[in-house]
């Protein structure tokens, strides 16, 4: 009769820790827990053979660790350039082992008790799997994410910004670098010179004389300002016998053309604290539609009015 109890009780502690090993055991016993086990088994007086083989079985779990590699940073394996901020990637860490893995079980050889009990640790030696999974993003054999710049713009070889088409440079500074995905290749690079604008006046320019009320033309010629501009205005200067501004007035009442001339008749009165003699420049501008300044400019000496 204990013969049979024994051999019930061992039965349904062999299925228990049977069961535990199906559901994956994360962690092994300890070493007090491996004498408590050995203890309760040999007061049963179980062959020693049967204790090693529980034991061994128990110790037998297979430890899976996961590595995953992600892009969430914009770095993954063989990126040298991040992909979502075009900035290189920090080298790679960590050395990979040519074979294997760290030696198992650990180098010191464990004791073989001369008498008594099984061996501890087991003799069977645990398997430990290691499945490595990589994430990483699909990119298009030209290093740019599958073609498109919506999701991830920068190509992971180079650096540069993925475009599928290139475009028309349109401003005055360089263009940055581009890469087209769909020819596998840099964009040009489109430098468009700075525009430059001026406006020079050609008369009357300084020294000619005229007479108060008197038809004269107004000449002016212009750089980089197209005949279609018609906000070219005119003023005429006062200046002391000094040569100190006092004020000025309108020419024409309204904007001319940019055509090079203009008929304007000269004054018969005076703002206060100017006088007649050579004390007279003009000033020729012209002005963009938003009314911003193309460009000026005045009389190189005075001229006068009698």
Known sequence: MKKYSIGILVFVFMLVVSLGMTSKVEAGLTSTQYSALNSLLTSFGLNTNIIANVQNVIASTTTTNTTTTSISSGCATGYLFNIVTGNPCPPSTGTTPTTGGPSYPPTTTPTTPTTGGPL?????????????????????????????TSVYPYNIQNGYQCVKVCPIASSTSNQAPLWNAATNSMCPIVVIPSTTTSLTVLAPNGAEEYVQEETVEVKWSTTNIPSSNDRIFMLLNYYTPEGVFITNTK??????????????KLPTTLPVGASWGNNFKVTIGALNDAGASLGSDVSDKNFIIQ
């Open 251 to 264: 020419l024409s009442d309204d904007y001319t053309v940019n055509d090079g001339g203009e008929q304007v």
């Open 120 to 148: 501890y640790p087991p003799t069977t030696t645990p398997t430990t799997t290691t499945t490595t999974t990589t994430t990483t993003t699909t990119t298009s054999t030209n290093g740019c994410y599958s073609n498109q």
